[in-house]
């Protein structure tokens, strides 16, 4: 018989009915991963990066690649950020039909990084030593969320280590790596097992082998043609190559584990009375779709201030809401017309109760040390209308408590008006303290980009297109200074450690690490997130929203409160513990005690180092494999 060769697969890339059928649970496990509808499955995430690397099997072609680590990420996405959704149709008019297309639409664009991730992944597992390419994955992982985080403005939703609040033990990293390096040390964990099953006999998607076949049935087993080979412990081939990259893989979420472990059971230490900051968070549930209307203004204004009276009265010894829950707020019931509320005291508050109106506060002569109010709670021009912003600043004066309140405001140049979404410190005389305004905006919901032509997308702006802030980035509650001075004045303490300043996160701004990290270089030692959810109805944005937010207190080390207009607002630690949540779509009062903190954490210290390594060296290591791949 002559001699013949063949091309003999010694498992050979998965067929497309296996490959597609992993790429849809993989997009399952993600969209379970974060909060949804039915129940929050954090270690689902981890699935995708490990799924994605095995499918692009090193033979696949570009564009099977692309369509295997696209397909996964844009259908996980999608299901994920389905609640867009909600606002194109409750208050666009769009058809659900419409709604559905801009998530999947979203959902594809978020996929595309899922592609460039795939062909990555092809590209070094032909090319590079398995270890390499485990590495390599795993580091462009999160530089690829890092450039989600930074191109065309930015879109950091749904990053890999965020699906993982849930469990603060598993995100004390973040503080260390930041939100995108424990993406990638959880990529990498992904990708290590995917790796050592890829070279088993089951889950095999190793290169094919060239083996010769024998002349008759007694003749030599085939033996693989020449060529240059990994070492045999890390080959991706074999029981022992599995073995050793699940060993790896285990060993760093081990270490992920046991410092997340070591920092929630470190001994906290007891903060000194001139750190502890007393913070009322102020939830009004005004219902969006009426709260610009010139003739809910003033019911507006009465429902913060009878909240945060009442709020202040339950610190300072008066009568606690919530011990009277269950019962109605005359301004807040939904018969009422705005303007029959009874006035109180002078500034306009109710002399009822809230409507499951609630409160944790502790009994304090001192009163609170600072009041927060959503963002937009005004739905006004809080620096011109004298008349309406008049009670408020009536309520800081009679009360002496710091309040932070969120309103749009203006500014004239070269007679046009640029409208900004401003938050204002009124202080406890009832006097401007500062205000910052919101540098990233949200596209399509404040301003629409390059004023393209998209249908329903000015009926979400409803007349406000907002002109981003200016570089002033912190606000200083000088009240919190001077009582400390007055309380403390016989104590030594460092003078630097008794001041409050704040760290501003308006909505939107809370999803990006590097807002955060402008803060509190800029000198705060607390965060405070402000926000307006109630475009999503009770789908699991909020949610989502919330515990992005509790990624940027770990990565800084800083305590954050969040005050929103109908949920979720929270008061966050700096270790990502979420100490106190309010209810989606109920008006409540929150109340807590934030440690304000001017220790930098290593991220902070590291983090452009960071940003620049998860960008360079996947760079670095896919042209090497490019040049080899050219030399043949």
């Known amino acids: 018989m002559s001699k ?24 399952a496990l993600f969209t379970l991963a974060f909060p949804n509808q039915w129940r929050q499955l954090p270690f689902c995430a981890l699935f995708l990066p490990g799924a994605i690397y095995w499918l692009v099997h090193p033979e696949r072609s570009l564009s099977q690649a692309a369509f295997y680590g696209w397909l996964p990420l844009a259908l996980g996405a999608a299901g994920g950020l389905y609640w867009v959704s909600v606002p194109m149709h409750d208050f666009a008019g769009a058809p659900w039909v419409a709604g559905g ?19 990555f992944c092809r590209l070094v597992r032909r090319n590079a030593h398995p270890l390499a390419a485990v590495f390599g994955a795993a580091l462009a992982w999160g530089g690829l969320e890092w450039l989600r985080g930074w191109f ?4 950091p939703w749904l990053t890999l280590s ?13 503080s260390l790596f930041g939100a995108y390096g424990l993406s990638a040390l959880y990529a990498f964990v992904s990708v290590c097992l995917a790796q050592g099953a890829a070279g088993t006999a089951i889950f095999s998607t190793a290169t094919q082998v060239e083996k010769k076949a024998p002349e008759n049935a007694d003749g030599p087993t085939p033996q693989r043609t020449a060529g240059r080979r990994a070492p045999v412990l890390f080959s991706g081939r074999g029981p022992a190559s599995l073995m050793l990259f699940a060993a790896l893989a285990l060993s760093v979420f081990f ?26 968070i102020i939830q009004g549930n005004l219902q969006q779709d009426v709260k610009w209307e010139p003739s809910w203004q003033n019911f507006t204004v009465r429902q913060y201030i009878w909240l945060s009276q009442q709020y202040v009265a339950a610190w300072t010894g008066g009568d606690d809401p919530a011990e009277r829950e269950g019962t109605r707020s005359a301004p807040h019931a939904a018969e009422n017309v705005p303007g029959q509320a009874a006035a109180r005291d002078g500034y306009g508050g109710s002399s009822s109760s809230p409507e499951g109106g609630e409160t944790g506060a502790v009994k304090d002569a001192a009163g609170p040390d600072l009041l927060i109010w959503p963002e937009t709670a005004i739905p006004f021009y809080f620096q011109r209308d004298k008349l309406l912003a008049g009670p408020v600043r009536s309520f800081a004066r009679a009360e002496g408590v ?7 405001a203006y500014e004239m ?26 540098v990233h905006l949200v596209p399509f919901g404040e301003y629409i980009p390059l004023d393209l032509p998209i249908p329903f997308a000015t009926e979400f702006l409803q007349g406000y297109f907002f002109t981003p802030g200016g570089s002033k980035s912190t606000i200083e509650i000088t009240d919190f200074y001077d009582k400390n001075l007055k309380l403390h004045s016989v104590r030594n303490f460092d003078p630097a450690e008794a001041r409050l300043i704040l760290g501003p996160l308006i909505c939107y701004e809370a999803i990006f690490p590097d807002l955060a990290q402008a803060r509190v270089k800029e000198g705060a030692n607390l965060l405070a997130s402000v926000s307006n959810d109630a475009w999503f109805g009770h789908s699991p944005a909020a949610e989502q929203h919330l515990q992005q937010a509790a990624m940027r207190a770990v990565e800084q080390g800083r305590y954050l409160a969040r005050s929103t207009n109908t949920g979720i607002s929270a008061l966050i630690s700096d270790r990502g513990e979420i100490l106190t949540r309010g209810l989606l779509f109920k008006p409540l009062q929150l109340s807590g005690i934030a440690v304000t903190n001017n220790r930098l954490t290593i991220y902070h210290e590291l983090y452009f180092a960071l940003i620049a ?5 996947p760079l670095l290591l896919a042209g090497y494999c490019a040049y080899r791949s050219r030399k043949g």
Not at 162 to 174: R, T, Y
Not at 613 to 617: I, N, T
Request: glycine share 12%; with cysteine.
């Open 402 to 408: 710091p309040l932070l309140l969120g309103s749009p």
């Open 255 to 280: 270490g992920i584990f046991s410092y997340g472990h070591s920092v929630l059971n470190r001994q906290k230490e007891i903060a000194p009375a001139w750190r502890q900051v007393k913070i009322g």
């Open 101 to 119: 297309a801009a998530a999947l639409l979203l959902g594809s664009y978020v996929g595309l990084y899922g592609a460039l991730f795939g062909l």
């Open 152 to 155: 065309m403005t930015g879109f």
């Open 162 to 174: 965020s699906s993982l609040v849930p469990w603060p033990v598993f995100i004390q990293g973040a």
């Open 4 to 27: 013949k060769t063949a091309c003999i697969p010694a498992s050979g890339a998965p067929g497309k009915p296996i490959s597609v059928f992993t790429a849809l649970c993989a997009a």
């Open 613 to 617: 390594a998860m960008a360079s060296l």
């Open 413 to 438: 140049d070269q007679g046009k008006r640029k409208l900004y979404n401003r938050l204002v410190l009124v202080d406890k005389n009832g006097n401007d303290g500062g205000s910052y305004d919101k």
